[in-house]
């Protein structure tokens, strides 16, 4: 008979903290977001609706910590309130789609919105907006991105070519981005707590998941002054458009 701790069985509970950790070294290393390179792993092994709450809490307490320690946080908040408040009727849209239609939709969402974003990230495409033009794009951005967070878990598209094409301050960027993560993780866990996919036993075993975390991130910070980052981070993103793909594929298989 297998064990069952907290719902989950001991060889789900393997897995989690495993990918925790090597999100968390992922994320140590190259500075890559932990949910990001969470949500693939997790997506596959467990489902997308198993995977949303238990990325929450550990995603928001390293969003929180960047965010006390790089600063501009009053500053930000001024200069895109319009974007920030834009992500909260669009993560309520998301979690709406996420209830109302078939759970294979949103993997093949993620799918693509993971490839895209590891295309992007690849690349590194020398964006630049002018003023006017990204004043107006607040709010559709911010809209646009609550949506796909809702939906599908993924929270840089399309803010974060939004984000780097206003040339922001390297620190003035981080407290945006951490800003804006973590509004719409508040969201969210309000949102999967009223539709009861957050429960007291997931909560539980994401707290016990920071442990991972905490080791996982000072692993990467130890692993980034003895390995060339780029390289580790282009592997990394690699294998994330692999995983993609692998999850549109999976629902075009069952699909068929």
């Known amino acids: 008979m297998t064990e069952v701790v907290l719902g989950f069985e001991v060889g789900e509970l393997i897995i989690i903290y495993a990918v925790f950790f090597g999100a968390a070294l992922a994320k140590g290393v190259t500075g890559l977001g932990f949910s990001t390179a ?129 040339n922001l301050d390297p620190k003035r960027l981080v407290q945006t981005v951490n800003c804006s993560f973590t509004l719409s993780s508040l969201v969210m866990l309000a949102g999967l707590s009223q539709i009861g996919l957050m429960t007291w036993r997931i909560a539980a075993v994401s707290l016990v998941g920071m442990v991972a975390v905490y080791l996982g991130v000072c692993l990467g910070g130890w692993v980034r002054d003895r390995l060339a980052p780029a390289l580790f981070r282009k592997t990394v993103l690699a294998m994330m458009v692999f995983l993609g793909v692998v999850m549109i594929a999976r629902v075009a298989w069952n699909g068929a």
């Open 38 to 166: 969470c949500l693939p792993f997790l997506v596959l092994a467990l489902g997308l609706r198993e995977t949303l709450p238990l990325l929450l809490l550990p995603s928001m307490a390293s969003n929180l910590l960047v965010m006390r320690s790089v600063g501009h946080f009053r500053a930000t908040v001024v200069g895109f309130w319009p974007l920030f408040l834009a992500q909260v009727p669009g993560v309520l849209l998301g979690l709406w789609l996420l209830t109302h239609l078939a759970a294979n939709v949103a993997v093949a969402v993620l799918g693509v919105v993971l490839i895209a974003y590891c295309v992007f990230a690849w690349a590194t495409p020398q964006l630049h907006l002018a003023p006017r033009f990204g004043r107006a794009l607040r709010v559709p951005t911010g809209f646009a991105t609550g949506v796909l967070n809702g939906w599908t878990g993924s929270q840089v598209m399309p803010m974060m070519p939004y984000f780097l094409s206003l």
